[in-house]
């Protein structure tokens, strides 16, 4: 079935458009949130961002993601995940509007990155608690397609929450006082997050805590050794060996260009002031109608081909790209880049799932994307300290796109030559 198709069909549940919306509201929060502190660290008006500054923020914005979400777990299967949901949107936002008021004094010190850390790892435990809470309100037979259609629809509403937030800055204006009424506007959307949850019931969500469960401290012990077998589990299979290290690859990539375009609109593209962050906007809204894109056709493009041969095809269509759009430098030819790159991310990632889904034992699956989910997060932040000693604070490096070109026509040489040597035909992607 079509992603549409897919997304009609989970929608008639009440139960699950009750969940379903306050992921919404929540993702669209995430947006308006990063949109203002990505506006405030990156494109102050009143620095010149260099690249290994722009890495420590990565660092900042990621460790929760890299770190705390596969410990989370521990806790979700241990509180009412109603009230995770509620409890951490509200945490949320008064955090925002704490970084609100820091931003509007001029205060952007150890307390301001401190309050903006925490508000990200508070995002793991919403984030996985929804997660969890979503076997409770759908079917078993739909839950495959709302595992499907979330995640994409949550994307997206981060997406539309980022372009809302710079919109918000019209209202404010350029200077701290932009930047506050955004990350204030996103505070309001976190409380309407937490509210709208509140339609759901206390246990509604589970867990079910009918057998007693371990220590916490034995709970997160495991979560180690989990990790360490679910890396095991991942070496011996294959298929999800060579999908896991293509999605690291890719990311570690997608890192680098993503500084990089941070650094061009910032010091080159634009003459300085709301131009860079209305730059480096428009080149993300584009990029997201690329990441939509992406996770519409591959399930199209695997029911006429197979996995191997559509990761082959999107890798070799990144090379491309970074050739005809990305290598000239040029203002109004990077954004197509941007756009081409976010559909070989979606699709790459779409069927990396896929893969690692049907490659992994049930037993060891939990454990398998504990591992997926820190490799995800943690090659970007690598990314990002790499680009810090390679690309100059202008953004400007022919060499290191000719670089990230090689890399990803040597993946999808390796994925050419699976897609031609492995006789059986994978099923399409559902999605």
């Known amino acids: 079935m079509s992603f549409f198709g897919d997304l009609r069909v989970v929608v008639r ?11 919404l509201i ?26 290994s500054e722009v890495a420590v923020a990565f660092a900042v914005l990621l460790l929760p993601f890299s770190i705390v979400g596969p410990f ?36 952007d010190g150890a307390l301001f990155f401190a309050a903006a850390l925490v508000l990200l790892s508070i995002n793991r435990f919403f984030l996985s608690g929804l997660s969890a ?3 409770y309100v759908i079917p078993r037979d739909q839950l495959m397609m709302a595992n499907a259609v979330t995640p994409t629809c949550g994307t997206f509403a981060a997406f539309v929450g980022a372009g809302a937030g710079a919109g ?59 990790l360490a077998d679910g890396a095991r589990h991942i070496w011996v299979r294959e298929p999800a060996r060579y999908a896991l290290l293509t999605i690291g690859g890719h990311r570690f990539l997608f890192g680098i260009a993503s500084l990089m375009t941070l650094l061009l609109y910032n010091n080159t593209f634009t003459d300085g002031g709301g131009d860079r962050l209305a730059g480096f906007s428009v080149a993300l809204a584009v990029s997201g109608i690329g990441f939509f894109l992406g996770a519409i056709i591959t399930p199209w493009a695997t029911a006429r081909m197979t996995i191997d041969a559509w990761i082959a095809l999107l890798l070799a269509s990144a090379c491309a790209a970074l050739l005809l759009f990305a290598l000239p430098f040029s203002a109004v030819l990077f954004p197509a880049a941007g756009f081409f790159l976010g559909v070989v991310s979606q699709g790459v990632k779409v069927s990396v799932d896929t893969l690692v889904q049907r490659h992994v034992d049930d037993a060891y699956r939990g454990r398998v994307f504990s591992v997926y989910d820190m ?38 040489t390796g994925w050419t030559v699976r897609a031609r040597t492995r006789a059986p035909r994978e099923p399409a992607v559902h999605v």
């Open 168 to 226: 918000l800055r019209l209202l404010g204006g350029e200077g701290l006082a932009g930047t506050a009424v955004i990350l204030l506007g996103a505070g309001i959307a976190f409380a309407l997050a937490g509210l709208t949850s509140l339609a759901l019931g206390r246990q509604e969500l589970g867990p079910d805590l009918n057998a007693e469960p371990p220590e916490v401290r034995d709970a997160l012990r495991n979560v180690v050794v989990g």
């Open 26 to 51: 929540s993702q669209f929060a995430d947006g308006v949130y990063q949109a203002g502190l990505a506006g405030y660290v990156f494109f102050n008006p009143e620095q010149h961002t260099t690249a």
């Open 13 to 23: 549940g009440p139960r699950f458009r009750r969940l379903f919306a306050t992921r």
């Open 133 to 135: 809470g979503l076997p």
């Open 375 to 412: 490799l995800f997060n943690a090659t970007f932040a690598v990314a990002a300290g790499v680009a810090a000693f390679t690309v100059p604070p202008s953004g400007v490096s022919r060499a290191v796109v000719l670089a990230m070109v090689l890399a990803f026509a040597a993946m999808a």
């Open 72 to 107: 989370a777990g521990v806790f979700i299967d241990r509180w009412s995940r109603r009230q995770v949901l509620l409890l951490s949107s509200l945490v949320k936002a008064v955090l925002a509007a704490l970084t609100a008021f820091l931003v509007s004094i001029g205060s």
